[in-house]
Nanobody, 123 residues
């Protein structure tokens, strides 16, 4: 069992930066792939970034490549999403998810989800 709690969301102006954190409980955190997703009002949840259990492999949605960076510190049971050069199109609720040996773009492959944190980017 893994419980996930996101933090770090907020209101930021276009061009600004935010760092999201996702704290996990459970001794097996280091065995899980982790992903970040987001959902804007009226839209489906979409994949943002994923990271392998070891942290050695990552993947990103095209819309965030070069602006967002996913990382993890297994000793702290935490995964991060550094978001730079934010635009109003990044406004959404951001969720982290844990997948058993999975860190790809399909949400139904993830086993555990956090409650989400709101990110709002003003123009």
């Amino acid at each position: 069992q893994v419980q996930l709690v996101e933090s770090g969301g907020g209101l930021v102006q276009a061009g600004g930066d935010l760092r999201l954190s996702c704290a996990a409980s459970g001794r097996t955190f280091s065995m899980y792939g982790m992903g970040w997703f987001r959902q804007a009002p009226g839209k489906e949840r979409e994949f943002v970034a994923g990271i392998r259990w070891s942290g050695g492999y990552t993947n990103y949605a095209d819309s965030v490549k070069g602006r967002f960076t996913i990382s993890r510190v297994n000793a702290k049971n935490t995964v991060y999403l550094q978001m730079n050069s934010l635009s109003p199109e990044d406004t959404a609720v951001y969720y982290c998810a844990a997948g058993n040996s999975y860190y790809g773009p399909f949400p139904n492959r993830y086993d555990y989800w956090g409650q989400g944190t709101q990110v709002t980017v003003s123009s």
